[in-house]
């Protein structure tokens, strides 16, 4: 089963809103990383956040961490209608990625 | 950045043949490979693990002789797909890491369609 859930499952937003996705995972960490995959592409990686980290920021993106609650979230700001894709988050646990469901985003021009 | 090659990028086959999948590190050597396999709307599940020089580790549930691994050197590993059938096709993605306090670099996927 996966380790990591996401929340909302999809989120359709009109372009310049803000985004955020969030990602509840169950066992302990070494680190939290944040993807995007276009449809039917491979993923690309976005943000890796370690376990003693709390909060991370690229570019437009902002990457929490709460590990007393097991709970990462994703904002993108200033969304763009390219930033349409899926959103994954895996949590790496003893050299193994573990993938959440992932956030289908939609931004509408 | 680090690069992670896959080919084919798309391959079609028949009920029954077998058909291998290259990964690549193109700029660095990876101690482990993984491997993913991904449905239509859904998550990327991890098939396997492996090291080069040893053994694939395989997940619960992924049948060994069916999808054979081999990671030869520091910079290829292959999946073969055996006997493959419908129910096999999917999007197969690899990643590659230089140890264990690095990040995974993924390919760009192959989809397999096996007709």
């Known amino acids: 089963s996966q380790q990591g859930e996401e929340d909302p499952q999809a989120l359709s937003i009109q372009e310049g809103e803000n985004a955020t996705m969030n990602c509840s995972y169950k066992t302990s960490i070494n680190n939290l990383q944040w993807y995007r995959q276009n449809s039917g592409r491979g993923l690309v990686h976005l943000i890796l956040?370690?376990?003693?980290?709390r909060e991370k920021h690229s570019g437009r993106l902002r990457v929490t961490l709460d590990t007393s609650k097991k709970s990462s979230s994703l904002l993108i700001t200033a969304s763009r209608a390219a930033d349409t894709a899926s959103y994954f988050c895996a949590t790496d646990d003893a050299g193994k990625s573990t993938f959440g469901d992932g956030t289908t985003l939609t931004v509408k021009p | 950045g680090a690069v992670v090659s896959q080919h084919p990028s798309w391959v079609i086959c028949k009920s029954g043949t077998s058909v291998k999948i290259e990964c690549r590190s193109l700029d660095f050597q990876a101690t482990t490979m993984f491997w993913y396999r991904q449905f239509p709307k859904q998550s990327l599940m991890l098939m396997a693990t492996?090291?080069?020089?040893?053994?694939?580790?395989?997940e619960q549930g992924v049948e060994k002789d069916k999808f054979l691994i081999n990671h030869a050197s520091l910079t290829l590993s292959t999946l073969t797909v055996t006997s493959a059938h419908p129910e096999d096709s999917s999007f197969y993605i690899c990643?590659?890491?230089?140890?264990?306090?690095?990040?995974?670099?993924f390919g760009p996927g192959t989809r397999l369609t096996v007709t």
């Open positions: 956040i370690r376990s003693n980290e």
């Open positions: 990643s590659a890491r230089r140890g264990l306090v690095y990040e995974q670099y």
């Open positions: 492996s090291n080069e020089g040893s053994k694939a580790t395989y």
